[in-house]
């Protein structure tokens, strides 16, 4: 996909939360409490309830955006980048293609992203 492609559909945030709402659903969510794969959408709280034991699990919840700040633009933007380039890039430039202040977030998130390559990649 090129990068004008990328951003047209990707423009903001609230489409790239719904496009991994539906992403999450399609692949299924499994309860850390029963391990039930029932869940339905609470919409106001923008979390899953499992049917079984109304444990709620939020969106980033069991992925590579667990215990992240960063938006969901901002990692979709991430991934666009990390695996569109053949010869990598640095964090430091990263942080700057992203407009970020802060360097370990952005350290933090692409080894994740780099993790999570090498693991589709076995």
Same mark, same amino acid.
């Given at each position: 996909m090129?990068?004008i #492609?990328f951003m047209?559909?990707? +423009?903001?945030?609230k $489409?790239?939360?719904?496009h991994?709402?539906? *992403?999450? &659903?399609?692949?299924?969510?499994i309860c850390k409490?029963?391990?039930n794969?029932?869940?339905?959408?609470l919409s106001? #709280?923008?979390?899953?309830?499992? +049917?079984?034991?109304? $444990?709620?699990?939020?969106?980033?919840?069991? *992925?590579? &955006?667990?215990n992240?700040n960063?938006?969901?633009k901002?990692w979709y933007?991430?991934?666009?980048i990390m695996?569109?380039?053949?010869k990598g890039i640095?964090?430091?430039?990263m942080?700057?293609?992203l407009?970020?202040?802060?360097?370990e977030?952005v350290w933090?998130?692409?080894?994740k992203i780099?993790?999570?390559?090498?693991l589709?990649?076995?």
């Open positions: 090129e990068i #492609k047209e559909l990707f +423009s903001d945030e $489409f790239c939360r719904k991994f709402k539906e *992403t999450r &659903m399609s692949q299924g969510v409490q029963c391990s794969t029932r869940h339905y959408w106001g #709280k923008e979390q899953f309830e499992c +049917s079984s034991c109304t $444990f709620r699990t939020t969106l980033r919840s069991g *992925t590579v &955006m667990e992240s960063l938006s969901f901002i933007c991430a991934f666009f695996t569109s380039t053949k640095s964090a430091k430039e942080q700057r293609q407009n970020l202040k802060r360097y977030p933090a998130m692409m080894h780099n993790n999570l390559i090498k589709i990649l076995r």
